[in-house]
């Protein structure tokens, strides 16, 4: 290996739209026959099941929405060689934070990133630290959406926060699950 080895970061790939999940397949084809690929943990396309509706009502079924489409996340220690193997994957047009001739790209930061994996409820454990009791939060997704608060208790164990938040004017505690909710 020519380079140093680094710090794994997440990175933003940017690919022809509506074949983010045909790229993130060849990407791994690619990474698994490559001799790097312990440099790479993830490569995802951000997609969440959303309710398949018929004349305005549920029907049962569910699809796989892309929350971002043209893009696909890649978690990966950058090197000369990992650098290449992205950029060269057929679909891949670029990679979000390089401005070009020859420079690296700029990793995504964790607060960044962090509500995108929520998303897809990819929690790890450094992302609790971020969050402390008395911190206000806004619940991102699930049936208190757009809810705001200021978190009571975190339980790591199971995921379960507890939030205060006010409804119709009086303060309620609310349980919401952390992969619900980002900091304000």
Known sequence: ??????KKHWYIVTTQS????KVAKDMNTLIDGSPYQEYFFNVLVAEQPTPVLKDGLPTGKTRMKNLYPGYIFVEMIMTDETW???RNTPGVTGIAGSSGGGQKPTPVTR??????????????????D????GDLVKVIH??????EGRILSIDKET?????????FGRSTPVDVEFAEIEKI
């Open 1 to 6: 290996m020519t380079a140093e080895l680094g």
């Open 18 to 21: 509506m074949r983010e999940n």
């Open 84 to 86: 290449y193997l992205v």
């Open 111 to 128: 607060e960044e990133i962090e509500p995108v994996l929520k998303r897809m409820n990819i929690i790890d454990e450094s992302m609790y």
């Open 130 to 133: 971020r969050y402390n009791v």
């Open 142 to 147: 699930g049936p208190l959406e757009g809810t």
């Open 159 to 167: 995921g379960a926060c507890r939030v205060e938040t006010v409804f």
